[in-house]
């Protein structure tokens, strides 16, 4: 492969992405802990709305715990608050009241995180328009490490939410799974080419990217403003 091509696939279904663990699942990616049959989110619109439900039950009833997660600097800090999240049994009555009981519905790492912030965006009201700002050369921050995703999805992501904040906005205001989520990502499109790494290709299904922008969101949203440094010494802008 010629230096500075890097190709990566994110499965257009959820097969490859969503997974049911054996030996139970992934971090942050539970919902509730009943051993349980598993379901695989594939094509399954309302795992999915279930899926961004709990998150919101979630951050109802612990927002600092699931605030910290996303912005842990270190995978001990992830790994911790993680297990305060996973404890939070309140948010079980999601399953009765979408009709899945008796079944467990299991994401990936990033899905998940991408639904908590979500989340948190919409529980703290911060939907608010941001001013579109330049593309930069490049884009490094220190939560990239921890999200799961290959860093040119996050690199990418980062610059869609500095570009196209509106875009994004719309695109995390709409129903998942619904036709306005389709045409939100519709208008997503043509900021995602340029926003992408010299020689990446990029194939990915609308709840990865959601969780990637809703992500990088996020981070901006609440993130400093100056430049900081990570305590690895990474210069974060």
């Not at 594939?42 to 709990?54: E, I, K, L, P, S």
């Not at 290709?201 to 609308?206: A, D, E, G, K, Q």
């Not at 809703?214 to 403003?225: F, I, N, S, T, W």
Request: aromatic share 8%; with cysteine.
């Amino acid at each position: 492969m010629k230096r500075g091509v890097f190709a990566f696939l994110l499965a257009w279904s959820f097969v490859g992405s969503a997974a049911v663990a054996e030996d139970g699942p992934p971090l942050g990616s539970r919902l509730g802990q009943r051993e349980q049959s598993a379901v695989n989110p594939r094509n399954d619109a309302r795992a999915v709305r279930t899926g961004h439900a709990f998150a919101r039950c979630i951050v109802m009833k612990r927002r600092s715990a699931a605030a910290t997660f996303l912005n842990a600097a270190s995978l001990e800090a992830q790994q911790a608050t993680d297990r305060v999240l996973s404890r939070e049994l309140g948010c079980n009555n999601l399953y009765t009241e979408t009709g899945m009981d008796g079944r467990r519905v299991v994401f990936p790492s990033d899905i998940y995180r991408g639904m908590l912030a979500e989340a948190l965006i919409a529980h703290d009201a911060q939907f608010e328009a941001l001013p579109t700002l330049e593309r930069q050369p490049g884009y490094t921050r220190v939560w990239f490490a921890f999200t799961g995703r290959p860093k040119v999805v996050d690199e990418m992501a980062t610059c869609v939410a500095e570009t196209g904040p509106a875009q994004v906005r719309t695109l995390l205001a709409s129903t998942p799974e619904s036709p306005e989520e389709r045409m939100a990502m519709q208008a997503i499109g043509s900021f995602l080419g340029p926003c992408l790494r010299a020689g990446a290709t990029l194939t990915s299904n609308r709840q990865s990217l959601r969780a990637a922008l809703a992500e990088a969101y996020y981070h901006r949203l609440y993130a400093p403003a100056e430049p900081s440094v990570a305590p690895e010494g990474v210069v974060v802008r």
